[in-house]
């Protein structure tokens, strides 16, 4: 950190940076990130198990009147509410005649084809099977083991997230022409922050990458990251942030020291199948989780209507350099130029 205290000691979240470099005159990371490195937590990433549950939306996706569909490895999803409540996960095309059911409204708990008028309840219906799904509270999974291809669990890997009704929560979505894997190796390289995003970090020192205890990362398999947040001129807030892989397809910031200690930022890959060009598109699901003691954040709470847009927006920016990354990674990739 430029100040040399650790975040935890701050009485106060902000901070002045007293002696800030430009762009163009920080420290070099590229010798620190060693593709070695990302390949092999990448290679971790890749091995932990899955159970075959992808994230397929938000939990305020799924409304009354229709139903949240995603398309998962060219398998076409869609999810709804039945009579009770209970959320139903199934195939979203028709077994009549192959209607898109994504498109199909919601009525009384029942899915109705908007072709024929076939009506699905949740249960197994006409050759229809439902899927297994879970909501936990801010996302929506579903489990398709055909695609997976692994053991199934339960249920999801969840990360461990900060009480919902305490924190202040937001979904960003996008996607992108890319594998689930860039993504994944774009987040597993926090040495890239402050270089690639000069508007939203500095002062960043990656202080191990799970090669020891001493930051409580190896126990991960995790990067332990000193970074601020810039807010306006040279006001900025330090943190401590832990980055792990818990399954495949998501990536996990965790707030360990400083301002908003135990936040989450939980990214999620999810692979949509090929596009008309047969190029891979992938489905970034982005679930922000802030919490704090401080007073003042339960005036944030109450705005949270207001604070969500501006939370998607701030994390929107981001995705647009990051997408660029790992669209530029498959490219490579696919072509056999990728230096890693």
Not at 26 to 48: E, F, G, H, M
Not at 64 to 89: I, K, N
Not at 118 to 147: C, I, K, M, S
Not at 185 to 193: C, E, F, K, Q, S
Request: proline share 9%; charged share 25%.
């Amino acid at each position: 950190m430029s100040t040399g205290r650790s975040p935890a000691r701050r009485r106060l979240p902000l901070s002045l940076r007293r002696h800030p470099v430009p762009w163009e005159g920080q420290r070099p990371t590229w010798r620190d990130a060693r593709p070695s490195v990302i390949a092999q937590a990448l290679k971790r990433a890749q091995s932990s198990p899955s159970g075959n549950w992808y994230v397929v939306g938000a939990t305020q996706d799924v409304r009354a009147d229709r139903p949240l569909s995603r398309t998962v490895a060219g398998e076409e999803v869609v999810v709804w509410r039945d009579s009770e409540g209970r959320l139903v996960a199934g195939p979203g095309i028709c077994p009549h005649l192959g209607a898109p059911l994504g498109d199909s409204p919601v009525r009384c708990g029942k899915l109705v084809c908007h072709w024929h008028g076939l009506a699905l309840t949740g249960a197994p219906f006409a050759g229809w099977e439902p899927l297994p799904v879970h909501d936990d509270g801010l996302l929506v999974w579903v489990r398709l083991d055909t695609v997976g291809g692994e053991a199934p669990l339960a249920a999801p890997v969840v990360p461990t997230r900060p009480a919902l009704t305490a924190a202040l929560s937001a979904v960003y979505t996008s996607s992108g022409r890319c594998e689930p894997e860039d993504i994944v190796a774009n987040r597993l390289d926090p040495w890239h922050g402050a270089w690639f995003h000069p508007y939203s970090f500095v002062d960043l020192t990656v202080l191990d990458a799970g090669e020891d205890t001493s930051h409580g990362v190896a126990d991960e398999d995790g990067f332990a990251v000193d970074v601020s947040f810039k807010l306006a001129g040279r006001l900025v807030v330090p943190v401590r942030a832990v980055f792990t892989a818990p399954e495949p397809r998501t990536v996990v910031m965790r707030i360990t020291e400083g301002e908003g200690e135990g936040s989450v930022v939980e990214t999620h890959a999810t692979p949509l199948g090929a596009d008309d060009r047969g190029m891979p598109r992938t489905v970034v699901i982005e679930a922000i989780v802030a919490a704090s003691g401080r007073r003042g954040f339960a005036a944030a709470r109450a705005a949270a209507p207001l604070m969500r847009p501006l939370m998607r927006a701030a994390a929107g920016r981001l995705w647009r350099d990051d997408l660029a990354y790992a669209e530029r990674r498959w490219q490579l990739r696919s072509t056999g130029r990728f230096p890693g």
